[in-house]
Structure formats: structure tokens, C-alpha cells
T-cell receptor, first 111, second 112 residues
Framework: NAGVTQTPKFQVLKTGQSMTLQCAQDMNHEYMSWYRQDPGMGLRLIHY???????DQGEVPNGYNVSRSTTEDFPLRLLSAAPSQTSVYFC??????????FGSGTQLSVL | GESVGLHLPTLSVQEGDNSIINCAYSNSASDYFIWYKQESGKGPQFIID?????DKRQGQRVTVLLNKTVKHLSLQIAATQPGDSAVYFC???????????FGTGTRLQVTL
């Protein structure tokens, strides 16, 4: 049981490049979410999904797209990276008791 | 307590002493609260949770206290160990929204 797996762990992009952060969970959780973590800001919700085929915006959705074609996977797409998107990104899934399980994070730098 | 600035508040505790980390939450309608621990370079890890119909909940070496009157949450760690050094976040769930809102965190430093 791997839990929540994120790839890659580190990524450097140039402004305007696109990329996809991958997230997979093997706990059969319906709810999955993406957070970004910036110094002094805590964790902020980007997008979330309550089940396959359903996604919704969180607190800071601009510049990010998501899709949820399967229960296991919830990729986060940056269509045109900007320096303001330099951050650490965490994917999380949630059990029926509202407890979030986090991946190990992706450190993204946009130059 | 929590901070909105760029620098995390830091609590320094001697090994073996008890630690108390505080958190003020914002929404009186929040009905569920969680404490997470985040070690350097890792994702947040669940420690303990409490629902709004409780005032206190105990785990292994940890206790969470909830004071709804003043919207205050605290995490107590007994006999603090070097492995407890980390950043601790509180999070609240706003009723039907089912979305956790996180505080900015407190860094716990355990000195030998």
C-alpha cells in the first residue's frame, strides 16, 4: 500500500512552458486535492475532486487545470508556467472521516 | 500561535519537556479540526483530530484541546523528543464545505 504517490519530486521550468504533475493513490479514496505551499502562507487549495469525472476549484485555481478520469489518478496541469507558480505542490486524498493523506510533494521552480 | 508573516513562529523546547502549540481558528461554523506534522522535505502527516462536539482528545503522547468559546485549538506533546522537531499545522473544516483550511504553522525545535 503506497498511499499517495507524486511525481516528479523536483522540476525546473522556463516561463511559458507547460507540464503535468502526476498524483496517484491506491487507497480507493473518492476525494483528491492539490495544494500549494508557500513560505508563511500555509497550504492553499488549488483544485479538488469528489470522484471520477468531477472536479472543482479551490482557493487559488488560476493557471492550473485538473481532470479526474479514474479514481486513482488526479494530475495537475500548468498550461503556461509563470514565476508566481514557483512553489511546493502537494497532492492529497481523503478518507471518509475527512482525514487527508498527503504525498511527498513536488518542488517546482519557474525561471 | 500561528502567524500570517513570512517567518514561522518557533517554539523551542528541551527534550523531555512538554510542548504546547496553539492555533486560533477563524470560522465559528467549523466542525472538525486536525493537527498535522511536517518534517523537512516531506508531506504533512496526520497527528490527531477532534470534532466540535468534543473539548479534548488524547492520542499517544499527544492531546488536542478545543475551546469553541474563543475559537482556540492547542496541541500538547508530552515528553518531547528530538523526532518531534517539525512544523505543526492546524486545519479546520467549514461544515458542509468539506474543505480543510490550514493555518500557517509553528516550528517546534527540540533542544538536547
Amino acid at each position: 500500500n503506497a498511499g499517495v504517490t507524486q511525481t516528479p519530486k523536483f522540476q525546473v521550468l522556463k516561463t511559458g512552458q507547460s507540464m503535468t504533475l502526476q498524483c496517484a493513490q491506491d487507497m480507493n479514496h473518492e476525494y483528491m486535492s492539490w495544494y500549494r505551499q508557500d513560505p508563511g502562507m500555509g497550504l492553499r487549495l488549488i483544485h479538488y475532486s469528489v470522484g471520477a469525472g468531477i472536479t472543482d476549484q479551490g482557493e487559488v485555481p488560476n493557471g492550473y487545470n485538473v481532470s479526474r478520469s479514474t479514481t486513482e489518478d488526479f494530475p495537475l496541469r500548468l498550461l503556461s508556467a509563470a514565476p508566481s507558480q514557483t512553489s511546493v505542490y502537494f497532492c492529497a486524498s481523503r478518507d471518509g472521516q475527512l482525514k487527508l493523506f498527503f504525498g511527498s510533494g513536488t518542488q517546482l521552480s519557474v525561471l | 500561535g500561528e502567524s500570517v508573516g513570512l517567518h514561522l513562529p518557533t517554539l523551542s523546547v528541551q527534550e523531555g519537556d512538554n510542548s504546547i502549540i496553539n492555533c486560533a481558528y477563524s470560522n465559528s461554523a467549523s466542525d472538525y479540526f486536525i493537527w498535522y506534522k511536517q518534517e523537512s522535505g516531506k508531506g504533512p502527516q496526520f497527528i490527531i483530530d477532534i470534532r466540535s462536539n468534543m473539548d479534548k482528545r488524547q492520542g499517544q503522547r499527544v492531546t488536542v484541546l478545543l475551546n469553541k468559546t474563543v475559537k482556540h485549538l492547542s496541541l500538547q506533546i508530552a515528553a518531547t523528543q528530538p523526532g518531534d522537531s517539525a512544523v505543526y499545522f492546524c486545519a479546520e473544516n467549514h461544515g458542509t464545505a468539506s474543505k480543510l483550511t490550514f493555518g500557517t504553522g509553528t516550528r517546534l525545535q527540540v533542544t538536547l
